[in-house]
């Protein structure tokens, strides 16, 4: 096993995007530069991408479908699956290729990206970890990652493919002229990690105290890739954080799993009357028109299911229209609860999945939260346009349409701490809302992680203040980024910076970007005019591919304001903010006067 350790140079003077440039006019000079208009730091206006903000006359994007069958191999931690894919070239342009994601390379010690992070290497490390660095750091093939075994058109010709990394070029037999559309076949298997001790965003997880396992099975099929009018091809490749970019299409995905597994994913489930018992399809008829959560699979019958594990299978069959993506989660561990919302006449489900150790946390909160949070989201956006939305108990944070996983159990006996509970809250809150950023203002998350992860949690904190005006917010207020802001410009990134090159994360992608809008609204804007644009801009970008201009552009355009100023300063910069106190007054309390009656 050779061991390589990689020094990584900076070179100065360069940026990896040059949209991303803090660029001034007259950068010597003592006034006006804050003030200046953006100018040529943002793309420039054409028939695609207008000057207000709006996707011009000409705009495009392409489509892709995807007609899935999958089987989940317990025994063997192994998902097998073949998919159908019909790809649509919308674009002016004549493609001799098409790029796809193997998001599950990033398992392989082969085959992933191979890219350094900025974690530092702490003074005093455990054996273990280094024995991790070392399993991943070596020429060993470790088994894991996309095995692709077929790939052709449809009428069974083999296609020419390479693999890189983490993404595959796939080589047209004949040039896919604009207007037509390309439709090919490929067979794929993985094996499949655990989460808890190899990370990612899916996989599974082990319970030794009763030997079951929970799935989720997210970035798990290859995905094509999203061609655009202003970048081309996104491939970049998947390092682990910055998360994915990708083409509206329909699904049908059918899933094989162990008979006596609960089954949660994206889309409507078109075959319960097959897989339910009687009593569980009384229930979901039950659950369409209450006004509380109502177990579809109740605790006891999932506890049974725990000491069972049948061994016979079943398929279940999902549709989902005009989604990016596709998720899902099986478990024989899974309650089920469900529950109708109304958005504007329109009927959403809202549906829980957790363990009987999440029971007693889940089950008076988890379902409610999420009925919440689409409606707060379709207040400050645009009604939610699907017919469900999913959160999933798997001890993580990410999000998918119309599901997406999140954490929050409680102790052995049952208990909870309010911090534990308050956490559990925020992150479904944050999860479920991701389902209007990015999942339909459908943002580019591998460049700029700010597109969906500011705005979702600037939206998330008017959710949860809403929810409860004694909320414990973690970002949002102004006075929660103070600490931040003030360190060294060695440790500040500006917000308009590419996904792999931030350091704190989570205060530079997700705090800042929340802070500004909260300014915005509270402060500079009002509530009036910021809300207004901010509508219009989700009205705008729904179901396309919007670009930082096209965020900075609408909120001027519908608002009236000049924010040139503001996207500079607190976008583009890392500037202290430098404001001064003109005047102060305060109130002195009359103590001697007499207290007003009533009226």
């Not at 660029?23 to 953006?38: A, C, R, T, V, Y």
């Not at 028939?47 to 392409?62: C, L, N, V």
């Not at 479908?65 to 989940?72: A, M, P, V």
């Not at 070239?89 to 992070?117: F, I, K, M, R």
Request: hydrophobic share 35%; proline share 5%; with cysteine.
């Amino acid at each position: 096993m050779r061991r390589r350790i990689y020094f990584l140079l900076s070179i100065l003077c360069c940026s990896y995007w040059a949209t991303a440039q803090n660029i001034q006019n007259n950068p010597g000079s003592n006034h006006g530069n804050k003030f200046e208009q953006l100018g040529s730091i943002i793309p420039t206006p054409n028939e695609y991408r207008t000057a207000s903000g709006a996707p011009g006359p000409k705009y495009w994007q392409q489509r892709c479908d995807y007609d899935i069958k999958c089987q989940l191999d317990e025994k063997n931690l192994k998902l097998n699956g073949s998919e159908l894919v019909t790809y649509f070239n919308n674009s002016p342009n004549t493609l001799t290729y098409l790029w796809l994601q193997l998001d599950e390379n990033e398992h392989s010690t082969v085959n992933n990206a191979n890219y350094q992070g900025s974690n530092r290497m702490t003074s005093q490390m455990s054996q273990q970890q280094m024995a991790r660095i070392e399993e991943t750091d070596t020429d060993k093939d470790n088994g894991y990652g996309f095995m692709i075994t077929r790939l052709t058109d449809v009428t069974d010709k083999k296609l020419n493919y390479t693999i890189n990394k983490t993404m595959m070029r796939l080589e047209l037999p004949a040039p896919l002229k604009p207007g037509q559309r390309f439709a090919f076949k490929l067979d794929w298997n993985y094996k499949i990690s655990d989460r808890r001790v190899m990370g990612g965003r899916g996989g599974y997880e082990f319970f030794p105290e009763d030997g079951n396992h929970l799935f989720t099975m997210t970035q798990w099929y290859p995905r094509l890739c999203v061609y655009s009018d202003f970048q081309g091809w996104q491939n970049h490749q998947f390092t682990g954080r910055g998360e994915f970019a990708l083409t509206f299409g329909n699904f049908k995905v059918q899933m094989t799993v162990p008979a006596d597994h609960v089954v949660g994913a994206t889309g409507e489930c078109q075959n319960y009357a097959a897989n339910l018992t009687a009593a569980q399809l009384a229930r979901w008829q039950k659950a369409q028109t209450s006004k509380e959560p109502v177990e579809i699979v109740t605790l006891a019958e999932a506890k049974a299911a725990e000491k069972t594990k049948s061994t016979k299978t079943k398929t279940l069959i999902f549709k989902a229209d005009n989604v990016r993506d596709f998720a899902w989660t099986s478990s024989r561990k899974f309650v089920w609860d469900a529950m109708p919302v109304t958005i504007e006449g329109k009927k959403i489900m809202c549906m829980s999945y957790y363990a009987k150790e999440a029971y007693n946390l889940w089950r008076p909160y988890s379902t409610k939260v999420v009925a919440h949070t689409i409606k707060s989201y379709s207040k400050f956006t645009i009604p939610y346009p699907y017919p469900v939305a999913q959160s999933v108990e798997a001890s993580n944070g990410m999000e998918y349409p119309m599901i997406c996983f999140n954490n929050g159990r409680t102790e052995k006996d049952g208990t909870y701490s309010e911090a534990t509970k308050y956490a559990m809250l925020g992150v479904i809150i944050h999860e479920v809302g991701h389902n209007f950023f990015p999942m339909i203002i459908n943002s580019d998350e591998r460049q700029w992680t700010w597109m969906d992860e500011g705005l979702n949690t600037f939206v998330e904190y008017l959710t949860e203040e809403l929810f409860d005006n004694k909320f414990p917010v973690r970002r949002g207020p102004a006075y929660l980024i103070t600490d931040y802001m003030k360190l060294s410009k060695d440790d500040l990134e500006p917000i308009m910076s590419n996904s792999e090159n931030i350091a704190n994360f989570g205060a530079n992608a997700y705090s800042k970007p929340a802070t500004g809008l909260n300014i915005l609204r509270e402060t500079i804007m009002g509530r009036e005019l910021f809300d207004y644009a901010f509508k219009e801009y989700a009205r705008r970008w729904a179901f396309k591919h919007p670009e930082p201009a096209d965020f900075f552009r609408t909120m001027e355009d519908a608002s009236g304001e000049d924010l040139d100023w503001f996207w500079r300063g607190w976008f583009y910069g890392t500037e202290a903010c430098d404001i001064s106190l003109d005047s102060v007054k305060h109130s002195v309390p009359d103590m001697s006067a007499a207290p007003r009656g009533p009226g």
